[in-house]
């Protein structure tokens, strides 16, 4: 197919989108009182609400026809069925097949995947529920109370968002700390606290090779020497999650500790699979497997539920609809509930590793734009910090809103409370205030500064969001939600002709930083062969580390 852009579809979207960019949502709402029921699903214990979005039925027929015109549907049963759609590594894209049910059939190049998935599971729960009856021990004999996971990227934020927000599951057995930057500080903060004699480390790095997971590692290796544990101890005391078991066991941890995973499964959709180690030990295996469920719920979902109704082709559809035919650069997610923090640190990487390209699959040049940029931050929080943009702004942001209808915690006043915020700022945003409305609210008394401060309180409105409510958040229901973000990502991809499996792109900045290292180590400093700013900087940062005998 050629490039989606040349499709009469696309041409006729941007038609569509000149012809209904007037139409304000408060008005679309006044004359169509059934919006919310056309224009919302529900999904066990999700709903989604995007009627508050700047669409007719034309515009989601529109959507859909694109979709169809790039092959969405052939695109999906291709992913399903195993294909190396992750065209520059030649790789299958098989993280769905991670959440299967055990006697799911599921082929990779012939090999049932299934029955090895279930095996490394079944390895993986031996070992928690060893911890958890305290028959797994540190070397001194006692209990492991606390589990660091060393990793970074997806080998790092999914375990800690799922970790977090299922805080509640939790079997109350270990307690979890996750490290991942190159800042010393991050390891050295984390471990002060901490008795190595029942410290687990977990180190998580699909490839085994990432520098700042392995200098970590490393230097978690020699706290647990110096605070009295032996080499032979490390084997109580380290455990791996890799797909690269050669370089985990040459690094000293011994196959027996040593969890798998392989190659079909991206970094930033490993969640599911041992790299889940710190969830399974947080919240146990039968949690987990809901967990599994959730998302294998949301796989079926979207692999038969037809475009109209699919919950996954409509978060991607909206989206290109504001980014390419509405020109929105970023896409803003709020997740009202404190243990969903890290959600959009997690989107962040879902999406814009994935979706963050240029060239289409077989390496021609895009002339539209792609992935968005995506931020956000806990709501109530951020209504105090960014929402004056939002709803006073110049720029267009769609945002997705979400919330569990009922909470965990004791205090139901506050979830009352943060519910009503919540429904506002949708609200808020959809309608808008008009001057009129203004006026109104001054009553009979208006101010003598009236024509500076009516504009000021105006609100556009008419500033699109998906609403997103689970019934509360559990294990199925999270699991569901990281599977949908999953599929909404993979939608994109297909639509923009690109391919969201590879990240070629973190790989420049490693390249140049394995080299400016040494330079920066030397005691010397060596002739550098940078640009004049970056030569200027080194050697700025070179004296200054000399001069405070920092080096190297
Ligand atoms: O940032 C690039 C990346 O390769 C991510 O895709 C990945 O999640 C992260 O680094 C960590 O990689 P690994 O799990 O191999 O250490």
């Known amino acids: 197919m050629s490039q989606i852009n040349l499709s009469s579809v696309w041409v006729q979207l941007h038609q569509h989108q000149r012809a209904t960019r007037h139409l304000h949502m408060r008005d679309l709402f006044a004359t169509e009182p059934d919006r919310f029921q056309r224009f919302s699903l529900r999904l066990d214990g999700l709903l989604l609400d995007y009627s508050k979005n700047r669409i007719t039925e034309r515009t989601r027929d529109l959507l859909i026809e ?93 375990p800690m968002l799922v970790t977090r927000a299922l805080k509640p599951y939790s079997v109350g057995k270990v307690e979890l700390h996750f490290v991942s930057n190159l800042d010393g500080r991050h390891l050295a903060d984390t471990l002060e606290a901490l008795d190595a004699a029942e410290t687990l480390f977990i180190v998580a790095s699909k490839s085994f090779s990432t520098p700042e997971t392995l200098l970590n590692a490393q230097a978690a290796r ?95 559809l909206l989206g290109i609809w504001y980014n390419t035919f509405y020109r929105a650069h970023t896409h803003a997610v709020m997740p009202y509930d404190q243990g969903l923090s890290r959600l959009p640190a997690y989107l962040q990487q879902l999406d814009m590793e994935s979706n963050g390209k240029r060239v289409g699959r077989c390496g021609a040049r895009l002339d539209f734009n792609t992935g968005p940029i995506i931020w956000g931050e806990v709501g109530v929080n951020s209504q105090h910090a960014f929402f004056q943009l939002l709803h006073q702004g110049t720029r267009l942001v769609p945002c997705d809103f979400i919330i569990p209808a009922c909470e965990h915690g004791k205090l139901k006043t506050h979830h009352t409370a943060m519910l009503a915020n919540f429904l506002a700022q949708t609200e808020a945003l959809m309608r808008g205030k008009n001057e009129a409305e203004v006026l109104a609210e001054f009553g009979a008394k208006l101010p003598d500064n009236i024509d500076i401060l009516l504009p000021q309180k105006v609100f556009p409105g008419n500033q699109p ?88």
């Not at 109580?236 to 499964?265: K, L, M, R, Y």
Request: glycine share 10%; aromatic share 10%.
């Open 222 to 316: 020699e706290w647990f020497l110096a605070q009295g544990g032996s080499v032979e101890a490390i084997q109580q005391h380290f455990v791996a999650v890799s797909s690269n078991i050669p370089a985990a066991t040459a690094f000293g941890i011994s196959p027996e500790n040593c969890f798998p995973f392989w190659d079909w499964v991206g970094g930033r959709y490993s969640v599911w699979s041992a790299i889940g180690l710190p969830v399974m030990l947080s919240i146990g295996m039968t949690h987990f497997r809901q967990f599994l469920a959730g998302a294998h719920a949301m796989d079926c979902h979207f692999f038969s539920a037809p475009f109209a109704e699919n919950a996954p082709v409509l978060l991607g």
């Open 465 to 552: 969001s998906n609403t997103l409510i689970l019934d509360s958040l559990n294990p199925y229901n999270l699991g569901m939600l990281l599977a949908l973000y999953e599929h909404k990502v993979f939608v994109q991809g297909v639509i923009w002709g690109i391919n969201s499996f590879d990240q070629w792109g973190v790989e420049y900045g490693k390249q140049l930083a394995r080299k400016i290292e040494p330079e920066l180590r030397a005691g010397q400093l060596p002739s550098l062969q940078h640009d004049a700013s970056t030569n200027g900087l080194i050697r700025h940062i070179h004296q200054l580390r000399q001069q405070r005998n920092a080096l190297p």
């Open 66 to 158: 694109l979709a169809h015109t790039a092959e969405l549907s052939t695109w999906i049963k291709r992913l399903q069925a195993g294909e190396p759609i992750n065209i520059s590594e030649k790789r299958a894209v098989m993280h769905h097949a991670l959440r299967a049910p055990a006697d799911s059939e599921i082929y990779v190049d012939g090999e049932n995947i299934v029955p090895s998935i279930q095996a490394v599971l079944q390895r993986v729960g031996e070992f928690v529920e060893q911890v958890h009856q305290q028959h797994w021990r540190g070397h001194s004999g006692k209990p492991i109370r606390h589990v660091v996971n060393i990793g970074i990227g997806g080998s790092d934020l999914g």
